[in-house]
């Protein structure tokens, strides 16, 4: 049980390009989570799917894309880097209801460079 | 606008005693409060949960509580040991009525540094 996974762990990108951060997560939670965090702002949601085949907006989805592949996979795609989307970002997954807390188990992150 | 605040500054504390953090929110109704460790390097890790209508949680060595008059959860680490250097998140939930509206999300604080001293 790896809990929840992300791929790459560092990626330097240039102005412009593009990529996909990869997460999955391996206990049959409903609900997926991208945040980023930077000093000083703490953790700031881009995108949330709260159960296979949905997405919605967080606080800060400018620049980026989602895709929940199936209910394992959640994927963050930046279409054309720039240097404000340097960051550490995190995906999360929940299963339990809001009522129940709903208690985020967090990857490992991934350290993103954009020059 | 909706905030939540964290002390930013790092809170420096001798082996043993009690650290005490703060989590001010304003322009929020919560139905529940959470606090997370993180250490350098990883991800975020869930401590303690709090319900809107219960006053403290315990767990081990941590205790958090919750006034939702004042908008504040305190969160105290007692006997504190070098190995609960870390920063500690708190973050907002919201009630299941609200969720169609915004979603089911949590939002998280900006994080208090804790280092603790041999």
Redesign the interface.
Known sequence: NAGVTQTPKFQVLKTGQSMTLQCAQDMNHNSMYWYRQDPGMGLRLIYYSASEGTTDKGEVPNGYNVSRLNKREFSLRLESAAPSQTSVYFCASSGLAAEQGNTQYFGPGTRLTVL | SQK?EQN?EALNIQEGKTATLTCNYTNYSP??L?WYRQDP??????LL?I?ENEKEKRKERLKVTFDTTLKQSLFHITASQPADSATY?CAL????QM?KAA?????????TRVLVKP
Do not use: C, E
């Open positions: 939540i930013s139905a529940y959470q390097g990883r991800g975020p890790v869930f949960l319900r998140l939930g919201i009630g299941p969720i979603g089911n999300k949590l939002t998280f604080g900006g994080g």
